[in-house]
């Protein structure tokens, strides 16, 4: 990406609500291949590629990246007709911190007539990492395991960089998730809670001042004491 803030509004459409090919794509231009993903309700780590067996295939050499793919895969699954929206994005350079919220209408296929819809809201955390490129547009990585500080072989050092995806982390309000696993009621039973919780913190507050009080006075006094003893003599 050379403007994330602009770009990942693509990419996010294209993982969501595209086709398996679209989606494998994305991945492939935008995330690193070492990639992780961490959602409430599934994580995939970031780990290097590696040859596994896979059931009546030869050894195939498998990555965190791909392990992505195939939970975007999944979720295109299970809600073919999902609806999103992006309301923002914000770019924080001196952290590589994209964060975008989202808003989304998820579906179950198997639910007929749209009779259960979970509508969330969330705020997806995307850490970036700004590398050199080839002709190609593929990253090209320092060689750490080596010690040293150039590139790989055979590849000459570039000027032109660009942004990619070292991890996603999807962010959810508690009523929100669970208006996936408990659709009927259980977001609202849990703003009830937040509500008691709040008239718990007022009544706290309204029984317990005198050792809001106490302590502050004690705060006070000592913060006197300090300042008395390093005030220098005449």
Same mark, same amino acid.
């Given at each position: 990406?050379?403007?994330?803030? *602009?770009?990942?509004?693509?990419?996010?459409?294209?993982?969501?609500?595209?086709?398996?090919? /679209?989606?494998?794509?994305?991945?492939?231009?935008?995330?690193?291949?070492?990639?992780?993903?961490? &959602?409430?309700?599934?994580?995939?780590?970031? !780990?290097?590629?590696?040859?596994?067996?896979?059931?009546? =295939?030869?050894?195939?050499?498998?990555?965190?990246?791909?392990?992505?793919?195939?939970?975007?895969?999944?979720?295109?699954?299970?809600?073919?007709?999902?609806?999103? /929206?992006?309301? +923002? #994005?914000? !770019?924080?350079?001196? %952290?590589?911190?994209?964060? $975008?919220?989202?808003?989304? %209408?998820?579906?179950?296929?198997?639910?007929?007539? &749209?009779?259960?819809?979970?509508?969330?809201?969330?705020?997806?955390?995307?850490?970036? /990492? &700004?590398?050199?490129?080839?002709?190609? /547009?593929?990253?090209?990585?320092?060689?750490?395991? +080596?010690? *040293?500080?150039?590139?790989?072989?055979?590849?000459?050092?570039?000027?032109?960089?660009?942004?990619?995806?070292?991890?996603?982390?999807?962010?959810?309000? %508690?009523?929100?998730?669970?208006? !996936?696993? $408990?659709?009927?009621?259980?977001?609202?039973?849990? =703003?009830?809670? *937040?509500?008691?919780?709040?008239?718990?913190?007022?009544?706290?507050? $309204?029984?317990?001042?005198?050792? #809001?009080?106490?302590?502050?006075?004690?705060?006070?006094?000592?913060?006197?004491?300090?300042?008395?003893?390093?005030?220098? &003599?005449?």
């Amino acid at each position: 990406m050379e403007n994330p803030e *602009q770009d990942i509004k693509g990419v996010i459409s294209s993982l969501t609500q595209g086709k398996k090919e /679209e989606q494998e794509n994305t991945l492939n231009r935008y995330f690193l291949p070492n990639a992780y993903f961490v &959602h409430p309700f599934c994580r995939v780590p970031s !780990f290097e590629p590696i040859q596994v067996q896979l059931p009546f =295939y030869n050894f195939e050499t498998i990555n965190s990246r791909r392990l992505v793919q195939f939970v975007y895969q999944w979720y295109r699954i299970l809600s073919p007709d999902v609806v999103l /929206e992006i309301d +923002s #994005t914000a !770019f924080d350079e001196k %952290t590589n911190s994209l964060y $975008a919220t989202i808003r989304q %209408t998820f579906t179950l296929w198997v639910v007929p007539f &749209h009779l259960w819809e979970a509508n969330v809201r969330l705020v997806c955390l995307l850490k970036l /990492e &700004h590398l050199p490129v080839d002709k190609d /547009e593929n990253p090209i990585f320092p060689q750490n395991r +080596s010690g *040293q500080n150039g590139y790989r072989q055979n590849t000459a050092p570039s000027t032109r960089r660009r942004y990619f995806i070292q991890g996603q982390e999807d962010h959810y309000q %508690t009523n929100d998730m669970l208006k !996936f696993v $408990a659709p009927f009621g259980a977001s609202a039973l849990w =703003y009830l809670w *937040q509500l008691f919780a709040t008239l718990v913190c007022v009544i706290g507050v $309204a029984l317990l001042w005198p050792v #809001t009080w106490i302590y502050e006075r004690k705060l006070i006094d000592s913060t006197k004491k300090v300042e008395g003893s390093v005030r220098p &003599h005449r």
